[in-house]
Nanobody
Framework: VQLQASGGGLVQAGGSLRLSCVAS????????LGWFRQAPGKERELVAS???????KYANSVQGRFTISRDDAEHTVYLQMNSLKPEDTAVYYC??????????????WGQGTQVTVSS
């Protein structure tokens, strides 16, 4: 299983980007989906997550600016990022926790997409 993330780029402060992450196959069930980020010299941190029931969680630093959503039919997770700040600059990674079959469970990371916000 592979996760392909896209949508990163260079944007000015106050701008917006929409990240997408699509899985290479369908699943019996997709449970949690999440976006993490890692800035240079810092640890990877959770940005946002969404459960199979649609419950969401956000880091305090992005609350009210970022929105996570999912499309299970297209096995895709999105991250809409508005009012971007220079401190949002990082490599963004998507994460999927799913059951490819009733018996199995997998946890997969995407390859990362660079987001750079200029001041």
């Amino acid at each position: 299983v592979q996760l392909q993330a896209s949508g990163g780029g260079l944007v000015q402060a106050g701008g917006s980007l929409r990240l997408s992450c699509v899985a290479s196959r369908r699943f019996y069930r997709i449970d949690n989906l999440g976006w993490f980020r890692q800035a240079p010299g810092k640890e990877r941190e959770l940005v946002a997550s969404i459960t199979s029931g649609g419950s969401t969680k956000y880091a305090n630093s992005v609350q009210g600016r970022f929105t996570i959503s999912r499309d299970d039919a297209e096995h895709t997770v999105y991250l809409q990022m508005n009012s971007l700040k220079p401190e949002d600059t990082a490599v963004y990674y998507c994460n999927l926790n799913a059951k490819p079959s009733i018996e199995a469970r997998i946890d997969v990371w995407g390859q990362g997409t660079q987001v750079t916000v200029s001041s």
